[in-house]
């Protein structure tokens, strides 16, 4: 079992910057992706961001060049660092990890945390 505690969201203005936190407790494989991923009221939850136990990144187009994604391996954590935050962009954002054990892939979410951008 694993578990994820998001922290960092808050309110902003529009043109301002905030970092999440998200630490992992539990058993996680060394083959593993750790997520930010979104969701607005009234629309779907979106990939955000992702980082893969090898350091890869990916991004999704609306935040590519303003959110950064970086992990800490130590201390099972993962971070996304926003800057330049739009209203588009007031979310619920939860933390995701998929970790692989023997053979068996498993999917957590964290609890989720509001970010506001006000115009």
């Known amino acids: 079992q694993v578990q994820l505690v998001e922290s960092g969201g808050g309110l902003v203005q529009a043109g301002g910057s905030l970092r999440l936190s998200c630490v992992a407790s539990g058993r996680i494989s060394s083959n593993n992706v750790m997520a930010w991923y979104r969701q607005a009221p009234g629309k779907q939850r979106e990939l955000v961001a992702d980082?893969?136990?090898?350091?890869?990144?990916n991004y999704a187009d609306s935040v590519k060049g303003r959110f950064t994604i970086s992990r800490d391996y130590a201390k099972n954590t993962v971070y996304l660092q926003m800057n330049s935050l739009k209203p588009e962009d007031t979310a619920v954002y939860y933390c995701?990890?998929?970790?692989?054990?023997?053979?068996?892939?498993?999917?957590?979410w964290g609890q989720g945390t509001q970010v506001t951008v006000s115009s």
């Open positions: 995701y990890v998929r970790t692989v054990l023997t053979w068996v892939t498993y999917d957590y």
């Open positions: 980082i893969r136990s090898g350091g890869t990144t």
